[in-house]
T-cell receptor
Framework: GENVEQHPSTLSVQEGDSAVIKCTYSDSASNYFPWYKQELGKRPQLIID?????GEKKDQRIAVTLNKTAKHFSLHITETQPEDSAVYFC??????????FGAGTTVTVRA | EAQVTQNPRYLITVTGKKLTVTCSQNMNHEYMSWYRQDPGLGLRQIYY???????DKGDVPEGYKVSRKEKRNFPLILESPSPNQTSLYFC??????????FGPGTRLTVL
């Protein structure tokens, strides 16, 4: 089955700086890559996703890039703000149903 | 209000005592899924269902059962809970090939 590795496990950034989280996947047939954000004590919520026919996608301060050859995808958060502090999960799937998640990255934005 | 609900939200039980965690969604979504979240392991899919009477195993199905008799409900059944099933459980629903909406979570402790 699919194996998704996520790095780093923790990330501390100064407010206003950028944050980058990287995930690698094992199954070259994977074609959908969502990112979820989970604030403390809350449920995960989708923040951005990308399909394998697209190399990059942006939504305001967040962007995701996909390198199918290397089988990795990354989340980029620019101009970080305190409300960006959360746990971020990447995921990959070949069929939109059987999702495999990374272990998560705890992001702390220092004021 | 569109939502996914889970009950109970918190449960402490003993080894071997059968329990059911209910999940219900009011968005007429075809797809539903169960995940467990454990520190350092991220979200791991237990079972998923693509429609009524259609279910399939995720990555960690051992010790769990599910059923999908109605479109809105997807209960998770632990026939004989064990301490290694102590975890935070999330139910999710989704329209086909799109964002997953997570429930609020059920924190289960098996003594």
């Amino acid at each position: 089955g699919e194996n998704v590795e996520q790095h780093p496990s923790t990330l501390s950034v100064q407010e206003g700086d950028s944050a980058v989280i990287k995930c690698t996947y094992s199954d070259s047939a994977s074609n959908y890559f969502p990112w979820y954000k989970q604030e403390l004590g809350k449920r995960p919520q989708l923040i951005i996703d990308i399909r394998s026919n697209v190399g990059e996608k942006k939504d305001q301060r967040i962007a995701v890039t996909l390198n199918k050859t290397a089988k990795h995808f990354s989340l980029h958060i620019t101009e970080t703000q305190p409300e960006d502090s959360a746990v971020y999960f990447c995921a990959a799937t070949t069929n939109d149903y059987k999702l495999s998640f990374g272990a998560g990255t705890t992001v702390t934005v220092r004021a | 209000e569109a939502q996914v609900t889970q009950n109970p939200r918190y449960l402490i039980t003993v080894t071997g005592k059968k329990l059911t965690v209910t999940c219900s969604q009011n968005m007429n979504h075809e797809y539903m899924s169960w995940y467990r979240q454990d520190p350092g392991l991220g979200l791991r899919q237990i079972y998923y269902s693509m429609n009524v009477e259609v279910t399939d195993k995720g990555d960690v199905p051992e010790g769990y059962k599910v059923s999908r008799k109605e479109k809105r409900n997807f209960p998770l059944i632990l026939e004989s809970p064990s301490p290694n099933q102590t975890s935070l459980y999330f139910c999710a629903s989704s329209p086909t090939k799109a964002e997953q909406f997570f429930g609020p979570g059920t924190r289960l402790t098996v003594l």
